[in-house]
C-alpha cells in the first residue's frame, strides 16, 4: 500500500488468498505428509489467479 496502488494491493491479495485455497503451497505452508510446491509454482499460481480476476473485470463500453 505504500505506493498509492490499493487497486492492485487488494488484487495481489486476492490472488494470494485463492492460491492458497486451490494450493499449491511451499514447504513452510503445507500441512504434514502433503507435497510442498516450489517458490516459482507457487508464484505461477498466484499469476494465474491475477490473470484470471483481470479477464472477470468488465471492461468499460466505448461510445464513437
Do not use: M
Request: hydrophobic letters at 50%.
Amino acid at each position: 500500500f505504500s505506493l498509492g496502488e490499493h487497486g492492485a494491493a487488494a488484487a495481489i491479495e486476492a490472488a494470494l488468498a485463492a492460491a492458497l485455497a486451490r494450493g499449491p503451497r511451499t514447504a513452510d505452508l503445507c500441512a504434514a505428509g502433503e507435497s510442498a510446491a516450489t517458490t516459482s509454482s507457487f508464484a505461477d499460481a498466484v499469476i494465474a489467479e491475477l490473470s484470471a480476476a483481470s479477464r472477470r473485470v468488465p471492461q468499460p463500453i466505448l461510445h464513437s
